[in-house]
């Protein structure tokens, strides 16, 4: 099973993208947190910045879109030539009309829930999502607790897409540490988003290092 570390530059030095995107070369996606201070209460980057970091990353965008009215907005963030787009549940009218949108422009499309969003309207969809994000922190700025109390719907899109035969993306996103990424992987998520972990870290590519064993370490069983 091939699981994923996305470390999420909402904890590099804002100042010096691209050098903070050199030094996390060795990871898998690059995750991208864009807010617009409406659907979240903090504010990052967006469309321009977007662009622009797609021009320069070592590896493909991961973007994580918590912005209010995503049908409008998500399809231009995928034209940047982004490698996935993920928006939220609760900011979108037509989730699947949506991702279909996303992925004939040509990139991944996923899609998000809060830590109080049920995953079982989207179940029966899975076959329309690339990814599924499960967020193990209320979305809106990075350091935050894992909230243990998310991993049920871990379970249950696990179970869902060995049901369905599909090789759905499962990504968690919100206090991913050594120390909590093995229950992330327990449950079933193949895809870890983790901030504060690899920028707050002396060398980040040694904590993507570790990340990679803790969770390879607890990697789920498929039955
Ligand atoms: C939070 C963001 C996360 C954030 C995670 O709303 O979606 O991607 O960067 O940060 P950590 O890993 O520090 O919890
Ligand atoms: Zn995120």
């Known amino acids: 099973m ?8 909402l904890s590099a ?3 010096n993208l691209e050098a903070e995107l050199g030094r996390i070369a060795s990871a898998d996606l690059v995750h991208v947190d864009v807010m617009d201070n409406h659907f979240v209460p903090n504010l990052t980057i967006g469309h321009p910045v977007v662009a622009r970091l797609q021009q320069v990353s070592p590896i493909p965008l991961d973007l994580h879109l918590m912005i209010s009215d995503a049908d ?3 399809p231009q963030y995928a034209e ?13 009218s037509d989730p699947v009309g949506l991702a279909r949108r996303i992925r004939q422009i040509g990139a991944r499309a996923g899609i998000a ?15 329309e999502f690339d990814q599924v994000l499960v967020m193990t922190v209320e979305p809106g700025f990075g350091g935050q607790s894992f909230m243990p109390e998310t991993m049920p719907k871990l379970g249950l899109l696990d179970e869902a897409r060995r049901a369905h035969g599909l090789d759905v993306w499962l ?15 327990e449950a ?29 370490r607890h990697a789920h069983a498929h039955g």
């Open 13 to 15: 030095d804002f100042a």
């Open 80 to 92: 940047t030539g982004a490698y996935s787009v993920t928006f939220h549940a609760e900011a979108a």
């Open 113 to 127: 829930l809060k830590p109080g969003t049920p995953v079982e309207p989207y179940l029966e969809l899975l076959a």
């Open 72 to 74: 409008r907005w998500a």
């Open 188 to 216: 079933g998520a193949d895809t870890f988003v983790a901030g504060s972990a690899v920028f707050g870290a002396d060398v980040p590519a040694e904590a993507i290092a570790s990340l990679r064993d803790a969770a390879s």
């Open 171 to 185: 990504q968690v996103d919100g206090g991913i540490t050594v120390d909590t990424i093995g229950i992330a992987a």
């Open 2 to 9: 091939t699981q994923r570390i996305n470390p999420s530059i």
